[in-house]
């Protein structure tokens, strides 16, 4: 019986043992999961600490007796990987206090990511917004506290910083970037969501984290000091490659190198996830991008592959989303600033539109920035701030720019038109028209 | 100077005159319209009638004034076309007492559609929902009665069905179809919406009206009698291109057929929005998609030939959309049966799904057909039933149609996730892996 070895049990993992075991019944695959948790979502930790649900086991699409009776997977949580040896095919695991040894044929790397810190003395009030196994002691320890600094102003720092300001406290927030998101979206953007930010976070823009201190309530950055009752450090995470530095050959970030079978550059090693590098569709050039529908996907990848199905992952164009109360803030592709960092020659149209006929109530405001190459007009990315519809805009342009749509193909949409939902020209479809037209 | 001659002032009439001053600054461009309105929405009509709104100048996304004024366009509202003579390049209306001749060197057939009716005894309590010029004597009209025959399902049957049912009108809603919708979704899809409608509406399904009779109190079907106040006719709508029967060469329910610049078999005759045929891009044969959206870029591309510069108008894929309460129904492309039809052999996959993550409050179902190509896997169609980002949804398979998308496309779409809208796993790219891999 062919063993493989999965290490790490979140979406890439789980996602991947699930389709071994239904495509090749005869394998056997053993999951190491170091935490309690398995299929768990850590996009989900800021409204857990706004208080917007209650039980931790809601963070697990399935709890792990589903996957060891319902699956027949080995899997094995909190188990901790001592030492990986990819020549040999071998792991040691620490369980607990015992320390036991397993081989294997297939190996599927998906350690996913770990939080990047900046220098602190201590972890007693320095806290990261990561895994749900550790959520509900973050949410005690913070809810327990009044004025809190929250470092970085991506994604994470951003959920984190609405959901403790929703919670009544006070927040410092404190970003090196010019603007919230500012790796995101562009300049001009951000004009459309970050007046509603200042007026509810003490946002401090420009200035670079030297240190955290005193036991994490003194923050010291490039322009002075905050005195707080304690420090969310949210600056971002890197591929959880360490165990395989020198094993395996890495790439952005060091993520784990992979061809488009999701196999790295050792034979039979797969890996999938946030730990894994991926290609950009519009770059042309190696990415990393470490969100969960990613993750889920380049497992199902990997599975089919160590179960001898070939299937190929084909890149990723770069989608992101967040929101900032009932504010919607997104792209795909390459923000105008990145692609000029590509040295693509770019044209763009930004338009301010309204979600719903005119003469239909409850009408929001829109506003798309589109960027195409100014050589053969293909699409090259979106933003998109709205309060309604723009996930779905989103997604319109994923497929679009993986498909090598130009503006013209985007103009030429025949898109639903619905008074109560949409305009019949739709702020996609004018976007495209100002590149493909003029107006 | 040469001359544009416009014939109708809606949707597609009003974006071709307005580009064609724009592109050709030099061109003299008339538009008669015979009604006061320009620019008109009758997809409002439904919400209007439900009190939604009450000024029935919204209808109109410009007045007639700016088109005159501001965009210097020889607009004539309430003005009729006594006859056209295509061979001569030549018009007759009449304004009122006064018949007038224009000569002009490109026409633009804009004339849109005409409501479809059945036999009845006299317009006295038989009305039509279509036009928004009568939209104020029609809900006079309507909110005077209590109980009233609806004859039709399709979309502005239920549409007109819920505007008066919320208005707390007793609706009897006579469809010939099996269940409500059925040109537009498939039967299992429907099982999603009926028995809200069922709850709310007197609903006669699968039988057809022979005649109205009692000036519009009485309707006479194959299987029975209604008394009732009032009747609304709304089974639908056929191309108004009466004034060039004989003139030129008609298709799809008599509607104009054109080349893909939108000229007709007469030089320098060009049809534009519900008037004119279409071409279906996945059924290759010719189609008839009587929606604004399209109109309105039919109307663009015609003021770019006219104005000597090439652009092609690719195609629809038969985009639609409604509501019945809070629920939207919609498709993109081919349901199974019309597939079926077409001689497609087809996969297909139903999907029922969350719009949010189990931990987020406020999720909705959403349910998802999609429908494939067994032979290439080429995406035909897709069905959607749900309360919360439907539209992007559809526009994602609109575009992704468009482009030739195939499942495994769809499956590696690299969705936008966030818990407060959206699932890790979307449901079209699980209606996607359902037919790509099986589940």
Chains 1, 2 share one sequence.
């Not at 695991?93 to 320390?99: A, F, G, S, Y």
């Not at 007046?195 to 003194?218: F, T």
């Not at 100014?374 to 720019?401: C, F, H, M, T, Y």
């Amino acid at each position: 019986m062919q063993r493989v070895l999965i290490i790490g049990g979140g979406a890439a993992g789980m996602s991947a043992a699930s389709w071994i075991r239904r495509l090749s019944p005869d394998m056997k695959v053993t999951v190491l999961e170091s935490t309690q948790m398995v299929s768990h979502a850590p996009c989900g930790v800021p409204y857990f600490l706004e208080g917007l649900f209650d039980d931790p086991n809601l963070f697990m699409t399935y709890e792990p007796s589903f996957f060891i009776e319902k699956r027949g997977i080995d899997l094995r949580i909190n188990t901790r990987v001592k030492e990986l040896n990819i020549k040999d095919r071998h792991v040691t695991v620490e369980i607990k206090d015992k320390v036991e040894s397993i081989d294997y044929d297939y190996l599927i790397l998906a350690t996913g990511s770990v939080p990047i810190t900046v220098k602190n003395d201590g972890t007693e009030r320095v806290y990261f917004v990561h895994h749900p196994a550790h959520a509900s002691e973050l949410r005690k320890a913070l809810w327990s506290l009044n004025k809190i600094a929250v470092i970085g102003g991506g994604i994470l720092g951003i959920e984190t910083a609405e959901a403790l300001s929703v919670k009544g406290k006070k927040v410092v927030l404190i970003h090196r970037g010019k603007y919230p998101l500012n790796r995101m979206v562009d300049e001009d953007i951000s004009s459309f969501f970050l007046p509603k930010m200042i007026s509810e976070i003490d946002l401090r823009l420009g200035e670079a984290v030297l240190e955290v201190r005193d036991k994490g309530r003194l923050v010291i950055t490039d322009k002075g000091e905050y005195k707080v009752d304690g420090t969310v450090i949210a600056i971002g995470v890197r591929p959880n490659s360490d165990l395989v530095k020198g094993q395996l050959k890495l790439g952005v970030y060091d993520s784990i190198v992979t061809n488009e079978k999701m196999e790295t550059s050792e034979k039979g090693v797969f890996a999938a996830g946030d730990v894994a590098q991926s290609f950009n569709l519009i770059t042309k050039q190696s990415d990393w991008v470490p969100y969960a529908p990613v993750a889920n996907k380049m497992g199902f990848v990997a599975a089919f592959n160590v179960s001898g199905i070939e299937k190929k992952f084909p890149g990723v164009v770069g989608t992101m989303i967040t929101k900032y109360r009932e504010t919607l803030v997104g792209k795909v592709g390459l923000t105008s600033a990145e692609a000029t960092r590509y040295n693509f020659k770019i044209k763009e149209a930004l338009v301010k539109h309204k979600t719903r006929a005119r003469y239909y109530p409850g009408s929001k405001d829109i506003w798309v920035k589109l960027i195409a190459n100014e050589k053969d007009s293909r699409i090259l990315g979106v933003e998109i701030v709205g309060q309604e519809e723009v996930l779905g805009r989103l997604d319109v342009l994923a497929e679009a720019i993986m498909k090598g749509a130009t503006v013209e193909d985007l103009f030429f949409m025949e898109n639903a038109y619905l008074p109560a939902v949409a305009r019949v020209w739709d702020p996609l479809v004018l976007a495209a028209r100002k590149i493909y037209a003029g107006d």
